[in-house]
């Protein structure tokens, strides 16, 4: 239980700490009325890709740095905290001269320790917090690695989100949670906050409060979901997309096995 962590960083923080928007940002309007939708109901920050590491060429691979301005825009209309994912320096760079609040390495990306190793030197003397996120197969070393890489280059606020790992079978989970993960990730690194992300583990709409609650039953720190105004149109992940009201009906339903602190 880290999540005084987080709110000394200064996020915002209701029940538990929690992260919403898109899968990816895709227009001003898309991430404007997302904005809107989320202000004022306790969000840690907004989420939106700007760039999207696809597993396949030819996917949506995200609007790039125009994006950061509308975010940027949103910011400065409803107050929201804002973060996005990088996958390289030069990511880092413009998410810097932005002034992003948060960033994340995504899935793709911690797999890749070289990769890791260019974001957090290009993150030295920055104080910036960075979420790591697991990498795609059930490695905790890989997970761990990234996040002593970011710690060793001088990042002082980092979280883990636990999102899943994939597999080619057939399951229920399009990325299936493997707990053990996070758990020994507390053992190894208690004073790391650590957040689920129920839409990449789900992929289905319909699963994702039910994993939300139990990760809060695991004593999870936080959540980052994804939430779409109009799911279905989503450029990525469109089947895992709540929309604001079904979001912030799954957050009023949440129960909490602990008071949070
Ligand atoms: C995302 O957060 O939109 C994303 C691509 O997640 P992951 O890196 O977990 O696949
Ligand atoms: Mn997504």
């Not at 810097?96 to 974001?119: C, H, K």
């Not at 197969?137 to 636990?162: C, F, M, P, Q, Y």
């Not at 583990?201 to 979901?225: T, Y």
């Amino acid at each position: 239980m880290n999540q005084s962590a987080l709110k000394n960083w200064g996020f915002p923080v209701g029940r538990t700490f929690v992260a919403a928007g898109p899968c990816s940002a895709e227009t001003e309007e898309q991430v404007l009325e997302t904005a809107r939708a989320l202000v004022n109901k306790d969000i840690g920050f907004m989420r939106a890709g700007i760039w999207k590491p696809r597993t396949r060429p030819g996917s949506f691979e995200g609007v790039g740095l125009k994006g950061l301005a509308w975010m940027d825009r949103a910011r400065t209309e409803t107050g929201l905290k804002i973060g996005t994912e990088v996958a390289e320096p030069s990511h880092v760079e413009a998410c810097l001269e932005y002034g992003m609040d948060v960033l994340w390495v995504g899935a793709r990306t911690t797999t890749n320790p070289f990769s890791v190793q260019a974001i957090a030197d290009a993150l030295r003397g920055v104080d910036i917090p960075v979420l790591v996120k697991n990498p795609m197969s059930a490695d905790i070393g890989l997970w761990v690695g990234g996040i002593e890489r970011l710690a060793n280059a001088g990042v002082t606020k980092l979280g883990a989100i636990h999102r899943g790992v994939s597999s080619s079978l057939e399951m229920r989970y399009r990325n299936a949670p493997v707990w053990t993960m996070p758990i020994e990730l507390m053992r190894l690194m208690p004073e790391i906050p650590l957040i689920c992300d129920p839409s990449h583990i789900c992929g289905k709409s319909e699963l994702v409060a039910a994993i939300a609650q139990e990760a809060m039953d695991l004593l999870f720190d936080g959540l980052m979901v994804e939430v779409h105004p109009d799911p279905s149109s989503a450029w990525s992940d469109a089947s895992q997309q709540l929309t604001p009201v079904e979001f912030l009906s799954m957050m009023n339903s949440l129960e909490m096995p602990y008071e949070q602190s």
